[in-house]
């Protein structure tokens, strides 16, 4: 996956809405490589934050508290099967 993983509200139809007006929906870095987006991750509003936030105290307590989810794949699956789950 590229990208971040955004625990933050605010992204909803309005957001596609938006990108579509400015030409960034479904846009890639270059032409030649689709798979390459320009704006790319995904982020989970309040209810989701809420199931996810369990796997990421979970990983910094076996972790650090500065541990980051991205270096924590396993960690990182997890959280997105609790969300998907959603």
């Known amino acids: ?4 993983l955004q ?7 309005h957001t596609i809405e938006g ?6 929906f ?5 032409p030649s490589n689709p798979s390459c987006a320009l704006i790319s991750g995904i982020a989970y509003g309040g209810y989701a934050r809420k199931i996810v ?16 989810i ?3 794949p396993e960690h990182l699956l997890m959280a997105l099967r609790e969300a998907l789950a959603l």
């Open 1 to 4: 996956m590229v990208g971040f």
């Open 7 to 13: 625990l933050a509200g605010g992204t909803n139809a």
């Open 19 to 24: 990108l579509k007006k400015e030409g960034l």
């Open 26 to 30: 479904q846009t890639t870095i270059s």
């Open 53 to 68: 936030g369990r796997v990421l105290r979970s990983m910094q307590s076996q972790h650090g508290g500065a541990a980051s």
């Open 70 to 72: 991205e270096d924590h």
